[in-house]
């Protein structure tokens, strides 16, 4: 088992563009995250999937859009990019009877200029 | 609003010298608590977790860590450091048993030889 898988591992933007990041899981999870990470910050929640066909706002969404293609994926989209959103992205997933356990991709490093 | 601290943000300790990591939450009722580990260029891995029961919970590469309520902790403790022990650590704190998790800005630890 791959476990979370993130792609891209890293990327550069310009300022005004857009991507897509994704993230899948082969855990057969049924919640699913999105945080950003920035130095001295920890983690931070952008979104969140509790289950297929549901996705739900955390604490900084601002700027992004998530889409829970189906129950292995969940991706992560800056549709103009700011040089604030210049951070290392993390994709997690659980499962509800797993007493929370949060399981963690490697991260995209996503540089904004 | 709810919040995690990790006072340290470096830590520094000689390779076989006991470690520990400080973690406060801020909460009337007992969160749960979690620990996690990040070695560079890496996701998160879960080194331990407190839901309820003993306050001494065990985890994986030797790490304990104790619940104090009256203190508002959740200290993680090693008693002899190995330098493969050198990464970050998220204390991360689950307050609304939604699988939501708040994390610490993290406490980045050093091992000398």
């Known amino acids: 088992n791959a476990g979370v898988t993130q792609t891209p591992k890293f990327q550069v933007l310009k300022t005004g563009q857009s991507m897509t990041l994704q993230c899948a899981q082969d855990?057969?999870?049924?919640?699913m995250y999105w945080y950003r990470q920035d130095p001295g910050m920890g983690l931070r929640l952008i979104y969140y999937?509790?289950?297929?066909?549901?996705?739900d706002k955390g604490e900084v969404p601002n700027g992004y859009n998530v889409s829970r293609l189906n129950k292995r994926e969940f991706s992560l989209r800056l549709e103009s990019a700011a040089p604030s959103q210049t951070s290392v992205y993390f994709c997690?997933?659980?499962?509800?009877?797993?007493?929370?356990?949060?399981?963690f991709g490697p991260g995209t490093r996503l540089l904004v200029l | 609003a709810q919040s995690v601290t990790q006072p340290d943000i470096h830590i520094t300790v000689s390779e076989g010298a006991s470690l520990e990591l400080r973690c406060n939450y801020s909460?009337?009722?007992?969160?749960?608590l979690f620990w996690y580990v990040q070695s560079p260029g890496q996701g998160l891995q879960l080194l331990l977790k407190?839901?309820?029961?003993?306050?001494l919970v065990q985890g994986i590469k030797g790490f304990e860590a104790e619940f104090k309520r009256s203190q508002s902790s959740f200290n993680l403790r090693k008693p002899s450091v190995h330098w493969s022990d050198a990464a970050e650590y998220f204390c991360?704190?689950?307050?609304?048993?939604?699988?939501?998790?708040?994390f610490g800005g993290g406490t980045r630890l050093m091992v000398k030889p």
């Open positions: 999937s509790a289950s297929e066909g549901t996705t």
């Open positions: 997690a997933s659980s499962e509800w009877t797993d007493q929370e356990t949060q399981y």
């Open positions: 407190y839901f309820s029961g003993d306050t």
């Open positions: 991360a704190v689950d307050y609304n048993a939604g699988n939501m998790l708040t």
């Open positions: 855990m057969n999870h049924n919640s």
């Open positions: 909460y009337g009722a007992t969160p749960y």
